[in-house]
């Protein structure tokens, strides 16, 4: 059920289709200047809510909500802060589903039509806004932060983008989903348990969703650290050999007579866009390829397509994240350990008076368990740059099993 007849959309849609030189303009360039052929139909978009003025008098720039519209549908970037305040959501959906059990079990149709839609339009509208803040925080992550520029500002956005998602994750957390099976009363039609059911195991798989996002922002954040301290160590090479010209290599040197045959120039190559089929030399080398490639095709396995079954777990898996200062420090100690190997024990000890400055406090063991846990949830390619000493005991009673008592990272060479 619409709030609006359709004269009223089609109307809307004709003032869009209008004016759409004038709209495509305010977009692309931000604003649009009102002049004595346009002024009239400016104005007229302003009453539609299309356009709103700008502080300068006689400028006009688009509205928040068709900017949006805009940038979803062109697939730009879009602000990952939606309004995802699912509480007040459970509690209009429950209220929704009150007044449709009532108006089912009393008869009044149209009135359980009108409740079961509004319930559909509010799971609809909470899917489509926490699903959006998960797509544009996705976006980010895989961009690299390609919104801004500077590698500073692309930190700034992960932590902010990061500080978000894990508060997100918390929020969400305080909600059990399985509370909304008792929505559905004994009459219930097949259609309402249906909807209850599919807002279940969506919430679930948000929350599964979610703690990989945040995952991924925390290697995100990493290696975005570790590039901004490459790039002021490169910084600060290039100021010193601009202040030291003595150091600073001879465009001439390649073609110095007392340089090593080893360092000097080559000869250009020659390389060409496609292999010379007329050539003999090349000949016996491109039938070996041909031949290699028909026995990869004849070998290639047959692909069997397969009916695709659903699992789904009864029970919802909680997951819980230490407090940003601990893996602040756990990340601050992996960057010290790119320079030079740090026991992990030697590190939380000269960091003890820091932390009871701040009101910090975190034992030896659990700090161990989290610089381990840290470095297993790294990629493959980070681990295996990365040298990992255990210092460790066999178990008592035991063949297989070790404690460890002490860490200690270091950049593998």
Known sequence: MGLYDREQVAKLLRQIGQADELLSAAYVDGSISSRSDNDSQLRALHKAKLLRPEEDLGDYRLTSDLKRLLNKLLRHQ????????????????????????????????????????????LVFEARDSLNNSL?????????????????NAKVRENEKALAYAQKLLNELQQIDPEICYDWIFDSAPTEFARKVTGF??????????????????RQSLFRLRRQVKQANQLKGMARFLRQHPEYQLSEELPFSETLPQALRLSPPLTTGGHPDVRSSAQEESLVAIVQHLRKLSQAAPEVRGREGVEVESDALEILGYISDWALDEV????????????????????????????GWQLEPEPWIELVFGYYCSLSIDLQRSLDLELEEALVDGTNNNFTYSNITVGLRS
């Open 78 to 121: 879009s602000s990952y802060r939606q309004l995802t305040d699912m509480g007040k959501v459970m509690d209009a959906l429950e209220d929704a589903t009150h007044d449709y059990r009532s108006s089912y079990e009393t008869d009044q149709w149209d009135d359980a039509e009108h409740y079961l839609d509004q319930f559909d339009d």
């Open 331 to 358: 990340e601050s100690y992996f960057e010290q350990s790119l320079e030079t190997s740090l026991s992990a024990l030697d590190y939380w000890q000269k960091r003890q008076s820091h932390w009871m400055e701040q």
């Open 135 to 151: 797509d544009n925080m996705h976006y980010a992550i895989s961009s690299q932060f390609g919104f801004v520029a500077t590698l």
């Open 200 to 217: 279940v195991r969506w919430y679930r798989d948000a929350l599964k969703r979610l703690a990989h996002v945040i995952d991924k922002m």
